[in-house]
């Protein structure tokens, strides 16, 4: 399994209106990810929200950052005070 870590700093008071967008745009493109498994997204106060994917596979976890940051590029941009920062990597441990 493999995990995407996104990280991003919204306008002032603009982190439920890029969580609404999410929802409603980009989770429907990530879902349709072959290797797809969850998704998470967590408001981490100070209009900053984080979002943990999770995929079978390294190629998926890489395409779903690459659609990531063009979806945010093209649709988030008047709503983020700074860049997407995202990365992937191994899941080392998975406890449910």
């Known amino acids: 399994m493999y995990a995407t870590l996104r990280r991003i700093k919204t306008q002032p008071g603009q982190a439920a209106e890029v969580a609404r967008l999410i929802e409603a745009e980009y989770l429907p493109q990530v879902e349709g990810v072959e290797g797809f498994i969850s998704y998470t997204l967590v408001d981490l106060g100070d209009d900053e929200i984080s979002s943990v994917g999770v995929f079978t596979s390294e190629a998926s976890a890489h395409h779903a950052n ?6 945010t590029a093209k649709t988030l941009a008047p709503y983020v005070a700074s860049p ?11 406890r449910r």
């Open 84 to 94: 997407l920062e995202a990365r992937a990597g191994s899941v080392l441990i998975d």
């Open 66 to 71: 690459e659609t990531a940051k063009s979806w």
